[in-house]
């Protein structure tokens, strides 16, 4: 089975999809998770996505459709993907249409997490993760059980995102706003959309997703 988490920066894409992985053994395929592989490697690919990422703008759709492409065709991908950040715009979602069709791949339902837009920039910039596991806490929301010792691995570093900032967030939500949000009538018009209420408590959020996901 096959679905995309759909919604702005913030509203818990992330936290849902590392959710069903570990309960469903389904594979997140998070095209900004990709992109930040691709920068740590210091390529010089990697240098000018980063530059396009710290500012909050796409990078090109051609790269991004070939990147999901190539990823689809790996093996643990027939437990089903998560597509969490992709597609971010009308020719993203044309593409994974033609590419989940050709690859005999059905897509079960998109799920948007709606969410009031004014939280978004503290729940974003509060946000920080284990620099060893990858586990995600908030200064406020999440934090960890003994401060400054991840509850997953116990590691004692941690990470933030350099465009989990305000300035920069404030950015990526306008190019949600201006590039993702108008790919949602392609779907209602298949029938897929699925809304959640991504306020909610995470394990409320978890438990909605799973309704649509089991229906
Ligand atoms: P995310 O982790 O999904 O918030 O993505 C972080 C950044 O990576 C975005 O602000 C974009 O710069 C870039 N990015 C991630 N996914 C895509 C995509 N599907 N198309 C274009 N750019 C993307």
């Known amino acids: 089975m096959n679905i995309i988490l759909l919604g702005p920066p913030g509203a818990g894409k992330g936290t849902q ?39 909050g703008d796409l990078i ?11 990823r689809l065709d790996e ?15 009308n ?4 593409a994974l249409d033609e590419m989940l069709q050709r690859k005999s ?17 503290g729940r974003i910039t509060g946000r920080y993760s284990c620099a060893k596991c990858g586990a995600g806490y908030h200064e406020e929301f999440q934090r960890p059980a003994v401060p400054g010792v991840c509850d997953t691995c116990g590691h004692q570093d941690f990470k933030r995102r350099p465009d989990d900032n305000e300035a920069t967030v ?10 993702t949000a108008p790919i949602i009538p392609h779907y209602e018009a298949q029938g897929l959309v699925q809304r959640v209420d991504g306020m909610a ?12 996901l089991d229906a």
């Open 91 to 94: 020719a993203q979602a044309i």
């Open 60 to 70: 090109p759709d051609g790269m991004m459709i070939e990147m999901i492409d190539a």
């Open 105 to 121: 791949l059905p897509l079960k339902a998109v799920i948007e997490l709606t969410v009031d837009e004014e939280s978004l920039v």
């Open 17 to 55: 999809a590392k959710i069903l992985v570990a309960e469903r053994g389904m594979v997140q395929l998070s095209t900004g998770d990709m992109l930040r592989e691709v920068r740590a490697s210091g390529s010089e690919l990697g240098q000018r996505f980063g530059e396009m990422m710290d500012r």
């Open 75 to 89: 093996p643990d991908c027939k437990n089903g993907a998560i597509f969490d950040g992709f597609p971010r715009t």
């Open 170 to 179: 404030r950015d990526r939500l306008e190019v949600y706003r201006r590039d």
């Open 201 to 212: 408590e995470i394990t409320e959020v978890e438990g909605a997703v799973a309704a649509i």
